[in-house]
C-alpha cells in the first residue's frame, strides 16, 4: 500500500462556514502519527487536517486518550510521535538489535558536548582532563548526534561542536533544557559524596544561531576538521573503550 504521509499534503477542507468535526481530526491525527516513519510536529499535521481544526486540542486529547496505554503519543524534539510505553520496554528487548555500545570515552565527550556547546575540542579536553582521539568524535559525528557548528574566533579557527535533533529524538528529549540538573543528577545516585562549593550544572543551549565568538563554516570545509588530523604524542591519552 503506497504511504501517503511523505508526499505531497492533501489539505481537507470543510463546506464554507462549518465547525470541523473534532473527533474526525483527532482520527485523521492518529492515521497520520502512526503511519509516519518520523516525529511530525504540529505544522505538519495542520496541513493535513481539516480546515479550521485546533491541532493543539487534538494533540491534547490524543496525548490523553493513549495515557495508560502500550504506546503513549509523546513530545520529541519539538515534534510528536507515538512511542512504546515505558514501562513495557523489557517485553521488546529481545527483538530490538542491541546497538554498539558507546565507549566511556564517547559518552563523557557527548555529555560535554550536550552540556557545554558550543565547544571546541581542545575546551572539551580541559574538562576531561585527557586527550579525546580523532575517532571518538568522528564516531559521534557518525551517529548524527553531534554536528559541525562553526569556527571559534580564536587562534587555529578550532571547530565548535554541538547536538542535533537526532540527539533529542534518541534520548527521548523534547528540548535540550530537558537534560538532567545538579540536582536531578544528585536524586539519581550520579553524584555522590560531598559536592564541592560553587560547582554547577551548565544550562545547555543548542541554539541554531551560532555565538559572537563562532564564524561560519565555510563551504570549502572539510568533513573531519584539520586539527583532527594529527595527534600530539606527548599528550595523555584517553582511557581504553570500556
Given at each position: 500500500?503506497?504511504?501517503?504521509?511523505?508526499?505531497?499534503?492533501?489539505?481537507?477542507?470543510?463546506?464554507?462556514?462549518?465547525?470541523?468535526?473534532?473527533?474526525?481530526?483527532?482520527?485523521?491525527?492518529?492515521?497520520?502519527?502512526?503511519?509516519?516513519?518520523?516525529?511530525?510536529?504540529?505544522?505538519?499535521?495542520?496541513?493535513?487536517?481539516?480546515?479550521?481544526?485546533?491541532?493543539?486540542?487534538?494533540?491534547?486529547?490524543?496525548?490523553?486518550?493513549?495515557?495508560?496505554?502500550?504506546?503513549?503519543?509523546?513530545?520529541?524534539?519539538?515534534?510528536?510521535?507515538?512511542?512504546?510505553?515505558?514501562?513495557?520496554?523489557?517485553?521488546?528487548?529481545?527483538?530490538?538489535?542491541?546497538?554498539?555500545?558507546?565507549?566511556?570515552?564517547?559518552?563523557?565527550?557527548?555529555?560535554?558536548?550536550?552540556?557545554?556547546?558550543?565547544?571546541?575540542?581542545?575546551?572539551?579536553?580541559?574538562?576531561?582532563?585527557?586527550?579525546?582521539?580523532?575517532g571518538t568524535l568522528d564516531m559521534l559525528l557518525e551517529t548524527g548526534w553531534i554536528r559541525?557548528?562553526?569556527?571559534?574566533?580564536?587562534?587555529?579557527?578550532?571547530?565548535?561542536?554541538?547536538?542535533?535533533?537526532?540527539?533529542?529524538?534518541?534520548?527521548?528529549?523534547?528540548?535540550?533544557?530537558?537534560?538532567?540538573?545538579?540536582?536531578?543528577?544528585?536524586?539519581?545516585?550520579?553524584?555522590?559524596?560531598?559536592?564541592?562549593?560553587?560547582?554547577?550544572?551548565?544550562?545547555?543551549?543548542?541554539?541554531?544561531?551560532?555565538?559572537?565568538d563562532e564564524d561560519p563554516l565555510e563551504s570549502d570545509d572539510p568533513y573531519e576538521p584539520?586539527?583532527?588530523?594529527?595527534?600530539?604524542?606527548?599528550?595523555?591519552?584517553?582511557?581504553?573503550?570500556?
Amino acid at each position: 500500500m503506497e504511504n501517503r504521509v511523505n508526499s505531497p499534503a492533501l489539505k481537507i477542507v470543510t463546506d464554507s462556514g462549518d465547525v470541523p468535526d473534532h473527533h474526525e481530526a483527532i482520527r485523521i491525527a492518529e492515521a497520520l502519527l502512526f503511519s509516519s516513519s518520523e516525529p511530525m510536529s504540529a505544522d505538519d499535521l495542520r496541513s493535513r487536517l481539516p480546515e479550521g481544526a485546533d491541532v493543539e486540542a487534538v494533540l491534547h486529547d490524543l496525548t490523553a486518550l493513549y495515557s495508560g496505554r502500550g504506546v503513549n503519543l509523546v513530545r520529541v524534539a519539538g515534534r510528536w510521535a507515538f512511542r512504546t510505553a515505558g514501562d513495557l520496554s523489557f517485553v521488546l528487548a529481545r527483538d530490538v538489535v542491541e546497538p554498539r555500545r558507546l565507549s566511556r570515552a564517547a559518552m563523557e565527550t557527548l555529555a560535554i558536548i550536550a552540556y557545554h556547546q558550543p565547544v571546541t575540542r581542545a575546551e572539551i579536553e580541559g574538562i576531561r582532563g585527557v586527550a579525546t582521539s580523532k575517532g571518538t568524535l568522528d564516531m559521534l559525528l557518525e551517529t548524527g548526534w553531534i554536528r559541525l557548528r562553526g569556527r571559534r574566533k580564536a587562534p587555529g579557527r578550532p571547530v565548535t561542536y554541538g547536538t542535533t535533533r537526532e540527539f533529542l529524538e534518541h534520548f527521548g528529549l523534547d528540548a535540550i533544557e530537558d537534560l538532567p540538573g545538579l540536582d536531578e543528577l544528585k536524586g539519581a545516585g550520579l553524584l555522590e559524596g560531598r559536592i564541592p562549593p560553587g560547582m554547577s550544572v551548565p544550562v545547555p543551549s543548542d541554539s541554531e544561531e551560532l555565538r559572537e565568538d563562532e564564524d561560519p563554516l565555510e563551504s570549502d570545509d572539510p568533513y573531519e576538521p584539520l586539527e583532527l588530523a594529527s595527534e600530539d604524542p606527548g599528550e595523555p591519552s584517553e582511557p581504553p573503550a570500556e
